[in-house]
Nanobody, 125 residues
Framework: QVQTVESGGGSVQAGGSLRLSCAAS????????MGWFRQAPGKEREFVAY????????HYAASVAGRFTISRDNAKTTVYLQMNSLKPEDTAGYYC??????????????????WGQGTQVTVSS
């Protein structure tokens, strides 16, 4: 089992940047793909970004492509989400999780486990 703890959220103005971190415990971290999701109040949890175990293969939601970058450091068992050019619509709780399902279905939250408590990102206009 892997436990994840997200950090790095905060309040920024539109156009600003934040870097989120997801620290994972457990020796099996490096063998698993990881994902970032977000959830705004009253909305379903939505896919943001995915990285395979090596960090070579990544995928992004269309709404964040070109602005967000996912990366990982297996030696530090940490996954990052660099968020640039933030918009008010990026406001949400951000969560990381470990993929345990089919890689081709990476946008589905049901393919993941080991969800953290999340970190809040608030972007003001």
């Amino acid at each position: 089992q892997v436990q994840t703890v997200e950090s790095g959220g905060g309040s920024v103005q539109a156009g600003g940047s934040l870097r989120l971190s997801c620290a994972a415990s457990g020796r099996t971290f490096s063998g698993y793909a990881m994902g970032w999701f977000r959830q705004a109040p009253g909305k379903e949890r939505e896919f943001v970004a995915y990285t395979d175990w090596s960090g070579v293969t990544t995928h992004y939601a269309a709404s964040v492509a070109g602005r967000f970058t996912i990366s990982r450091d297996n030696a530090k068992t940490t996954v990052y989400l660099q968020m640039n050019s933030l918009k008010p619509e990026d406001t949400a709780g951000y969560y990381c999780a470990r993929m345990v399902g089919a890689p081709y279905n990476y946008p589905s939250p049901r393919q993941y486990d080991s969800w953290g408590q999340g970190t809040q990102v608030t972007v003001s206009s």
